[in-house]
């Protein structure tokens, strides 16, 4: 799927003149968020980036996102459709070295949006999670070759774009019901303890690249 296409020069457009993360990033912050909650409008998307410290997104790229995660919702709730489903990531006539820096920037933004959601996982999306922060945890220098190449980059992109399509199946709740946007409660639980339950991934090793070759970070 071509740059056109897929939506990267749209994005790259809307987002021109915000550089907290890249365009990757942001669009898998917005699929985490949306693999367990509904859409929200604009004003409460801007309030979701004020609490994660980033700065005001311009109008365009706001209304860019609302609109994007109302069709990411609609997708993944239908269960072809979500089959479908692709990450924010440019095409094939880019550089392998920036696709797989890429889709680790996607990686650690679904990582970071579903984790706002306050939800729970079962073993099997805990393994996911933990498989995906490998992805996120991928460090290559701008001159160094990405083991396996093209093979192992369609391996990886693969797995981490089923990984919503796995976690979309949960009933979905306003965004303005998790914590981070009404507060926590007074008896909520720290990420130790939730570690503790299985309910979240446990932190990762470092971890160069997803096929678990060792190589020093």
Not at 124 to 151: H, Q, T, Y
């Amino acid at each position: 799927m071509n740059d056109n296409i897929s939506g990267w020069n749209t994005w790259l457009t809307a987002f021109d003149d915000w550089n907290d993360v890249s365009i990757s990033e942001v669009h898998g912050l917005m699929t985490g968020l949306m693999t367990a909650c509904n859409a929200p409008d604009e004003p409460v998307w801007a309030k979701v980036f004020e609490e994660l410290s980033f700065a005001p997104l311009p109008d365009e790229a706001l209304t860019l996102l609302a609109e994007e995660a109302e069709d990411t919702v609609f997708q993944l709730k239908d269960k072809d459709d979500a089959y479908s489903y692709m990450p924010l990531v440019p095409d094939d006539e880019h550089d392998l070295y920036e696709r797989v820096m890429a889709l680790k920037q996607w990686a650690n933004g679904f990582m970071t949006g579903f984790g706002i959601t306050d939800c729970g996982l079962s073993a099997e999306e805990n393994e996911m999670l933990s498989d995906l922060a490998k992805i996120g945890a991928i460090r290559l220098e701008d001159d160094e070759d990405f083991d396996g190449g093209e093979e192992s980059y369609l391996h990886i992109f693969e797995f981490a774009r089923m990984v919503p399509v796995s976690f979309a199946t949960r009933k979905r709740k306003p965004v303005k019901d998790i914590a981070l946007i009404a507060g926590l409660a007074i008896d909520a639980k720290t990420t130790k303890e939730l570690q503790a339950e299985g309910k979240l991934p446990k932190p990762m090793p470092p971890v160069v690249d997803v096929m678990n070759q060792n190589r020093p970070s």
